[in-house]
């Protein structure tokens, strides 16, 4: 069983997803249920769980409908504004739902390094627990000592790392992403998508060489057990298809027995995710 623990659906607005700067214009276009679906057919991938791209709760709206009309979006990953004085009536709201896994903030494009910590942030992320709810840990390397901190905080709630830590493999930047990864990665409640490498090197020039640092690093760290396969589709596109990302994630875990290897590709999600 294969389980894609992270891709995307939108409609196309340029506003709402200005983040698709000129180099991603490929991705500049409405991506819908029906365009992952034969590619998911193709890779053998089951199921799939849908991650915001909008910061609003009209997005959870938006990916529900979809999960109502496709059995193969298997969860979501939401958002709410954990900032808010009515923070434990929406996560109540949300509980309802058996497609709301959890929920994630785009905390890379903060400017504030410790925005993970401050108050009125943790006052919602204290409130994930009573519920069940995942959260999803989004940043760039220079906030990963902040994520630190994070996860110390909550010890019992379930977190996991989105595309490894976003580490610049483009300027082969390793020491210090790796460094925190590490201490990250001693919380047995953290764990880590193998995704949106290819995104983070060169678009035309990457290698499987360049990434497999990388990729040596989380395997050793987090080990089989708590990794799972993430395509971060359509956003790869601007780098590589589909199948290259799923040749990637094969090549990754081709030293793994294959108890350790359905573990990967399917079976941690399950848990993780309780499909």
């Not at 199921?47 to 915001?52: D, E, F, K, M």
């Not at 998508?193 to 060169?202: F, N, Q, R, V």
């Not at 640092?213 to 971060?232: C, H, Q, T």
């Not at 601007?238 to 799923?246: F, K, R």
Request: aromatic share 14%; proline share 3%; charged share 25%.
């Amino acid at each position: 069983m294969i389980i894609d623990t992270h891709q995307h659906f939108w409609k196309y607005n340029a506003q709402t997803h200005g983040w698709i700067d000129d180099k991603m214009k490929r991705i500049r276009k409405d991506f819908l249920p029906e365009d992952l679906e034969p590619l998911l057919k193709e890779n053998g991938v089951e199921g799939c769980i849908a991650v915001q791209a909008d910061q609003t709760e009209t997005e959870n709206d938006f990916l529900l409908q979809l999960s109502e009309e496709n059995d193969f979006i298997k969860g979501i990953i939401g958002w709410v504004n954990f900032r808010a004085n009515n923070i434990e009536d929406r996560l109540a709201y949300y509980a309802a739902s058996q497609k709301i896994k959890g929920f994630r903030h785009v905390v890379q494009a903060e400017a504030d390094p410790n925005f993970l910590l401050r108050k009125e942030f943790c006052n919602g992320i204290a409130k994930l627990e009573k519920y069940g709810f995942i959260y999803e840990i989004l940043v760039f390397p220079h906030q990963l000592g902040a994520v630190l901190e994070f996860v110390r905080k909550f010890p019992n709630q379930k977190f996991v790392i989105d595309h490894i830590g976003k580490p610049y493999i483009e300027d082969g930047y390793i020491y210090g992403w790796m460094t925190m990864i590490k201490e990250i990665a001693n919380f047995e409640n953290v764990y880590c998508k193998l995704s949106g490498m290819i995104t983070e090197a060169d678009y035309v020039g990457w290698s499987y060489k360049q990434l497999e640092p990388y990729i040596e690093v989380i395997l050793n760290v987090f080990g089989a057990k708590r990794l799972m396969f993430g395509s971060d589709w359509p956003v790869c596109l601007v780098a590589g298809e589909y199948l290259e990302i799923m040749n990637i994630a094969e090549k990754a875990v081709s030293r793994l027995g294959e108890n350790e290897k359905a573990a990967f590709w399917g079976e941690n999600a399950v848990k993780f995710y309780n499909l």
